[in-house]
């Protein structure tokens, strides 16, 4: 009879998942940042426009991330190998998360604006996680000094968050309505 395999002995070492951490966070950035960019250039006209469209019906790029997790997924579950796999596997989650989260706030209000607040909020979070899981197996060689430094930078980000906060609701009144128009006379 097979036995399972304990999920101890099937998880990599935490070394080598804060590294997996560490690449999915690099896919999730450069790929929201790509996204952005590309969307803006087709929305500005200074790029043609690549959308894909389904009988009139513009298939957003939230679909393509949906789709990328659920290859990732299977990959993971049906066809890793290990090392290099896990890797790969990293990378396209990262990519794929990116891709599903730039347009969060649709998934809340279906047919709303592509700029959302919660879209760059829920990707700050997701960012937020993979940070975590990426970094944190360091924090166990904290000395005292480091943990002076950590408190004196996670008020700085709380500082930070309120400034950004409060700059980012005023400039979504200033710019959010020239984005909307713009958002709408680039659809077909």
Request: proline share 4%; glycine share 8%; charged share 15%.
């Amino acid at each position: 009879m097979n036995e399972p395999i304990p999920a101890a002995e099937c998880a990599p070492p935490v070394d080598e998942s804060a590294k997996l951490g560490r690449r999915a966070l690099f896919g999730f950035i450069l790929t929201f940042i790509a996204a952005r960019t590309v969307v803006l250039l087709i929305m500005s006209h200074q790029m043609p426009n690549l959308y894909f469209f389904l009988n009139g019906t513009h298939v957003h790029h939230l679909n393509y991330g949906i789709f990328l997790l659920a290859a990732v997924g299977a990959y993971l579950l049906f066809g890793i190998r290990g090392g290099r796999d896990l890797r790969v596997a990293a990378l396209a989650y990262g990519v794929a998360m990116a891709l599903t989260f730039d347009e969060f706030g649709m998934w809340l209000h279906l047919g709303g604006s592509y700029w959302q607040r919660a879209s760059v909020d829920a990707i700050i979070v997701v960012a937020a996680l993979f940070g975590l899981i990426g970094f944190a197996s360091a924090i166990r060689t904290f000395e005292s000094r480091h943990v002076k430094a950590s408190i004196a930078i996670f008020i700085a980000l709380l500082v930070f968050a309120a400034v950004l906060y409060d700059a980012s609701e005023r400039i979504g009144k200033l710019a959010g309505p020239r984005l909307e128009a713009l958002e709408l006379s680039s659809s077909p």
